[in-house]
């Protein structure tokens, strides 16, 4: 089986920083495109942004310039670096992961979803 775990998530002010990671484990046979996905209430889950296992990035336009999705491939771990953080940031967010198992079989898989809050 395979496993995504996020931490990071909490209460911030407006203007402040947060860190999410979010660490594969398990089966895993190697490691596509890992990205961050979130999901305010009554809205859709949306994409945040997303790194290939090459490194290329890319962002929704609401998060260019103040986050930064980057990966440890040797740890199997991804993050986003949340800057300015603004009031409509705030959702559960929820990483996922390209992964390929021991099967040699590439699934989508999720974690269970971190709470982010930004509030004065």
């Known amino acids: 089986q395979v496993q995504l775990v996020e931490s990071g998530g909490g209460l911030v002010q407006p203007g402040g920083s947060l860190r999410l990671s979010c660490a594969a484990s398990?089966?895993?046979?190697?490691?596509?495109?890992m990205g961050w996905y979130r999901q305010a209430p009554g809205k859709q889950r949306q994409l945040v942004a997303r790194i290939s296992s090459g490194g290329r990035t890319n962002y929704a336009d609401s998060v260019k310039g103040r986050f930064t999705i980057s990966r440890d491939n040797a740890k199997n771990t991804v993050y986003l670096q949340m800057n300015s953080l603004k009031p409509e940031d705030t959702a559960v967010y929820y990483c996922?992961?390209?992964?390929?198992?021991?099967?040699?079989?590439?699934?989508?898989?999720w974690g269970q979803g971190t709470q982010v809050t930004v509030s004065s």
């Open positions: 996922s992961a390209n992964i390929r198992n021991l099967g040699l079989r590439w699934d989508d898989y």
């Open positions: 398990g089966s895993i046979f190697s490691i596509n495109a």
